[in-house]
């Protein structure tokens, strides 16, 4: 389980550094981008499980059992995340390790 918590960080790390040039929806919100295009941009996991915003905004709605994680720094996560969010900065390894096990566990940043 902790390889695949740290593979999640890795891609979100490597999403953040692909910045927003990924597709959008009509909403205008960047779509989960797909394993291939990940494979080929040389991501570690590019198979792992992507969900886009709107996905996640409707299981915190619908109040399906989740860990939402901000892996933004402390002073940015200070003036807004999402609600009920945990605060785990990108480089702070060791934090994962307390995680739950028993829940769908989404990594973003602002």
Do not use: W
């Amino acid at each position: 389980m902790k390889g695949r918590v740290l593979g999640s960080l890795l891609i979100i790390l490597g999403l953040l550094s692909a910045g927003c040039a990924r597709p959008t929806t009509t909403t205008g919100i960047p779509t989960a981008p797909s394993p291939q295009a990940l494979a080929e941009q040389g991501f570690l996991y590019p198979n792992l499980p992507r969900i886009t915003c709107e996905e996640l905004k409707q299981k915190m709605d619908q109040g399906e059992p989740l860990v939402v994680v901000a892996v933004d720094e402390k002073d940015l996560f200070d003036r807004g995340h999402l609600p009920g969010a945990l605060n785990i900065p990108s480089y702070n390894h060791s934090q994962l390790q307390a995680l739950p096990k028993d829940r769908l566990i989404v990594f973003y940043c602002t």
